[in-house]
């Protein structure tokens, strides 16, 4: 009888644990999109199980014991490593959904390669669901870029961004490889594009390669989402200023689409508003909307079609004696864009590939300041733009683009000069009004030619020329650049770059009216070096220093109205430092240290940029106690921008009166009272940019909730931003003889609420 037992059980232990096993099914997802993930590896750390997604994102893992384990999900070729935790109950299949944000993932969806490129220049890639989580943002992802290190913006109300050093007019942004020119609704309010359908944003700050740079210095890459969930998906949001939405889904097996837009909705409820000196007559406004579709007719072939649009608008009547003459009556501000484009990118040989555009941009501006200024731009873009791409062998690919522009704009109105940057004495009601009837027909050809070359299995280079042409100002500019990385043996990498950069002059500085025609382009060459290193899985730090030295810039002249003859540098540092554990934490260090200098004029001593921020520290965090709460914080310091001091003002009669009794020689026949009535004062500056601003810093807190319901979500959040108040200077107001200055502030604390539902 012993030995039955005994033999009894030698079957039933092997039986009995079997049974207590756990088995998993589990799918891994993108997050966004909810499309499988192919070819991700799932790692089982503390029982040393690895495994791969199959063709539908899923996998399988049989005969686990119970337990709780910590668990990686990764990508090949990229740096991509989300963390979770996986528990396994006996005698049950878990069968978990894991969402995975692709914000390193690089390779293009078109190609098909276990082969690593030759990849030398940083983008600072920032996916949209990150960059949005941070407090102060009200989840805009433009209005967001400046927690990126080397970027910046003048104030509270500006989304004008300053790259290195550099002005709003030296950045480029594409949307979905369309040019966009109006990123900002009314200069910074809120941006133009909805951040609910953007996927990703690459930031090129300076030294990129030779596919990006017509006129720019700084890129600003922004991608969409490019497929849909296999369910119809929507998101609406409410907040103080405005409402948007997002609708998405699939046609067919192969297609996908979406459509978002947003409007304010104050003037819905106001009417008008009178006040001392007159009544706004059409409260601002603003509306954007999105849409895109696409279609894969294989996998050597995709289709894609978008388009968007954007506009702002407000009225005011300006009455009273407080009010200038030159401004009294009827002042009516409109500006829109649109654009939009067809693309097809094809595999046409396993080495050749492909990427057509045909789009279009449109920027409308039409103002009426007064009784003598008014302007109408309507200036059309319509760009052709091929690029190639071969894999010569594994260590050579060529890059190859051919991009045909036309640009027939009309200008019309009566305007004066554009005033230079640092000009303060420019006065619109003195300066000379000019009727401007103006027909453009700009020609662009822009050409590239770039070879990524992998020389050793830890170094590589990119060497690249880019060749335009512009036949406003009849110039063909060659630009060479090229960049060198090193992989070090710690888990870094050590780049260096080199890159010229040509602007043409902008439209007003080319105009016959009011410009000079003669101009030609100012020139940049940028000296970047650039050290990156991952410390951890979570964790990575980069470090870069730059030097961009600047010839050729377009000043204002006496005789010339505008010449080629400022020069300029800027010169500085940078540190970022960031850690993501999964989705629960998030946060973000940066400091960057700038130095920009311009000289109107060779013979002139060097002074202080306008844009010129010396010190930026940005400091933000977000962390997720539960899947459904989530709480933020974001503290910036800024050096104060360089203004002007006034230091004195001289009383002087009225330049107009002056021109009303005939000129000066008639002054001495009008009678003192007269005359006095008709002083004005006339500020006397000290030197350009001599003053600075006191610094700029404000804490902004973020606080999030999210309701599930069977089929749908709705989520809460509350931003308070400025929490402790800190009066942040704007300007300075003078009194009338300039004896007397009040400060104008930005934002105060502001509590901020916004709801989203999405199904």
């Known amino acids: 009888m012993k030995n039955f037992y005994c033999l009894l059980m030698v079957f039933l232990i092997p039986i009995t644990a079997y049974s207590q096993m756990g088995e998993i099914e589990g799918t891994v997802l993108i997050r966004n999109t909810n499309e499988p993930l192919v070819g991700a590896e799932i790692h089982i750390i503390d029982i040393d199980i690895r495994i791969k997604t199959d063709d539908n994102g899923m996998f399988v893992i049989k005969e686990i014991p119970p337990g709780r384990y910590n668990t990686t999900i990764s990508l090949p070729n990229s740096e991509i490593i989300e963390k979770t935790i996986l528990i396994v109950t006996a005698d049950e299949i878990l069968k978990p959904k894991i969402l995975v944000s692709t914000v390193d993932f690089e390779l293009e969806s078109i190609e098909v390669t276990t082969k690593r490129e030759p990849k030398t220049i940083v983008k600072k890639t920032i996916q949209s669901k990150e960059i949005t989580r941070l407090p102060g943002t009200a989840g805009d992802a433009l209005r967001a870029l400046p927690v990126i290190p080397g970027i910046g913006v003048a104030n509270d109300f500006s989304g004008a961004l300053y790259i290195r050093g550099g002005s709003d007019e030296d950045n480029l942004y594409y949307f979905d490889r369309v040019p966009v020119g109006y990123p900002y609704h009314f200069g910074g309010l809120v941006s133009s594009i909805s951040s609910e359908i953007i996927d990703r944003i690459d930031v090129y700050a300076g030294g990129y390669g030779a596919e990006f740079g017509v006129d720019s210095q700084a890129v600003i890459d922004i991608y969409s989402q490019n497929s849909s969930p296999d369910n119809l998906r929507g998101k609406f949001n409410l907040n103080l200023l405005y409402s948007e939405g997002l609708l998405q889904g699939k046609f067919g097996e192969k297609g996908y689409w979406y459509a978002a837009g947003r409007r304010s909705y104050i003037d819905l409820f106001i009417d008008s508003l009178s006040f001392d000196t007159g009544a706004i007559t059409a409260f601002p406004r603003f509306w954007d909307y999105q849409l895109k579709a696409g279609y894969d007719f294989n996998e050597k072939h995709q289709l894609f079609f978008n388009l968007f649009a954007s506009g702002d608008k407000f009225a005011v009547q300006l009455d009273g004696e407080n009010v200038d003459e030159d401004f009294r009556g009827s002042t009516s501000f ?426």
């Not at 630009?479 to 780049?495: C, D, F, T």
């Open 334 to 759: 409109e500006s829109g864009f649109e654009g939009g484009g067809i693309h097809l990118r094809s595999i046409l040989t396993e080495r050749l590939t492909s990427y057509l555009s045909l789009t279009r941009s449109n920027f409308l501006f039409d103002v009426n300041f007064g009784p003598l200024i008014s302007l109408n731009i309507d200036a059309p873009t319509y760009t052709l733009r091929e690029d190639l791409t071969y894999q010569i062998n594994e260590k050579h690919r060529l890059e190859t683009g051919l991009i045909l522009g036309l640009e027939p704009g009309e200008v019309s109105g009566s305007f004066t000069r554009i005033p230079d940057e640092g000009e303060v004495d420019f006065d619109i009601r003195f300066e000379e009004k000019y009727e401007i009837d103006e027909t453009v027909r700009g020609q662009r050809i822009e050409a590239y030619l770039q070879d990524r070359y992998k020389l050793l299995p830890y170094l590589s280079a990119v060497i690249g020329l880019r060749v335009d042409y512009f036949n406003e100002i009849d110039e063909l500019s060659i630009q060479p650049r090229g960049s060198v990385r090193l992989e070090l043996p710690n888990s870094s990498e050590l780049q260096f770059a080199y890159g010229i950069y040509n602007q043409s002059p902008i439209p007003g500085q080319l105009s016959p009216s009011v410009g000079n025609p003669e101009l030609k382009s100012s020139q940049a060459s940028h000296y970047i070096l650039e050290l990156k290193r991952q410390v951890s899985p979570d964790t990575e730090i980069k470090m870069a220093a730059y030097y961009k030295d600047l010839v050729n810039l377009v000043t204002s002249d006496e005789t010339y109205v505008y010449l080629n003859q400022g020069e300029g540098y800027a010169q500085g540092t940078e540190i970022f430092l960031r850690h993501r554990s999964g989705e629960k934490f998030l946060s973000w260090i940066s400091y960057a240290y700038t130095l920009s200098k311009r000289r109107d004029r060779i013979d002139e001593p060097y002074r202080f940029y306008s844009f010129d921020q010396t010190h930026v520290a940005t400091f933000a965090a977000s962390f997720k106690p539960t899947s459904t709460w989530e709480i933020g914080a974001k503290w910036q310091y800024r050096t104060g921008n360089p203004y002007t001091p006034v230091v004195d003002a001289d009383p002087l009669p009225d330049p107009r009166y002056i021109e009303e009794i005939g000129g000066l020689e008639n002054l001495q026949y009008q009678s003192p009272s007269e005359i006095l009535a008709n002083i004005i004062y006339i500020p006397v500056y000290g030197d350009t940019n001599s003053g600075r601003l006191p610094p700029y810093h404000r804490l902004d807190i973020r606080l999030s909730k999210t309701f599930r319901f069977s089929s749908w979500e709705l989520g809460l959040f509350l931003e308070l931003l400025n929490v402790y108040n800190r009066k942040n200077l704007l300007d300075y107001q003078y009194n009338e003889d300039y004896s007397e200055k009040t400060s104008i502030n930005q934002l105060p604390f502001i509590p901020y609420l916004g709801i989203t539902a999405e199904f």
